[in-house]
């Protein structure tokens, strides 16, 4: 019964891959968003989607690309991987105002 | 800068006590809060939310109370028990027109509980 689910848990990669990290939601929910906690584990928000259409975009380096095939999945492509980007990202899902987080996949950019 | 301000980053409490985590923000745009608890390599588990128009929200163990003359929120946990030990996060949301729906964070307070 997972409500919002992240794959992989754990990624390790070399600079310069190009890797996807996928995001559903089963809550039914319109509005769906990644965020990237950084080393000093602050929250930042860096998309989001309503009904498979971007909303926000905080001025995230266009290497990142998000997608969202239908209202439920939202998935976050990055090419070219640089060390700066090694974080843990999580995908979350909001009804109305509150917002509800997967589990987060942990990037590690060697 | 930083819009939403956990100033404490660590409380230590005994069992049973109350736990009060704070949280200053400066954005008097934003007009709905949460708290967040975060257990290592989880993700953040919402715990409780506060409308600009409230000034205390209660729910179960957990009040929430808002003071917006002051820019300040207050989470209170009583009595506290072990398995509150977590990180927990303020968030503010609703900063108005394109800003609908992000949430900004604090950088978190660490809450040990010890028994």
């Known amino acids: 019964d997972t409500a919002v689910s992240q794959t992989p848990k754990y990624l390790v990669t070399q600079m310069g891959n190009d890797k996807s990290i996928k995001c559903e939601q089963n809550?039914?929910?319109?509005?769906m968003y990644w965020y990237k906690q950084d080393s000093k584990k602050f929250l930042k928000i860096m998309f989001s989607?309503?009904?498979?259409?971007?909303?926000i975009n905080e001025t995230v380096p266009n290497r990142f690309s998000p997608k969202s095939p239908d209202k439920a999945h939202l998935n976050l492509h990055i090419n070219s991987l640089e060390l700066g980007d090694s974080a843990v990202y999580f995908c979350?899902?909001?009804?109305?105002?509150?917002?509800?987080f997967g589990p987060g996949t942990r990037l590690l950019v060697l | 800068d930083q819009q939403v301000k956990q100033n404490s980053p660590s409380l230590s409490v005994q069992e049973g006590r109350i736990s009060i985590l704070n949280c200053d923000y400066t954005n008097s745009m934003f007009d709905y809060f949460l708290w967040y608890k975060k257990y290592p390599a989880e993700g953040p588990t919402f715990l409780i939310s506060?409308?600009?128009?409230?000034d205390k929200n209660e729910d179960g163990r957990f009040t929430v109370f808002l003071n917006k003359s002051a820019k300040h929120l207050s989470l209170h946990i009583v009595p506290s028990q072990p398995g509150d030990s977590a990180v927990y996060f303020c968030?503010?949301?609703?900063?108005?027109?394109?800003?609908?729906?992000?949430?900004?964070f604090g950088q978190g307070t660490i809450l040990t509980v010890h028994p």
């Open positions: 506060i409308s600009s128009i409230k």
């Open positions: 979350a899902s909001s009804y109305q105002e509150t917002q509800y």
């Open positions: 968030a503010a949301s609703g900063a108005g027109g394109t800003s609908y729906g992000k949430l900004t």
């Open positions: 989607y309503n009904n498979k259409e971007l909303i």
């Open positions: 809550l039914g929910h319109d509005t």
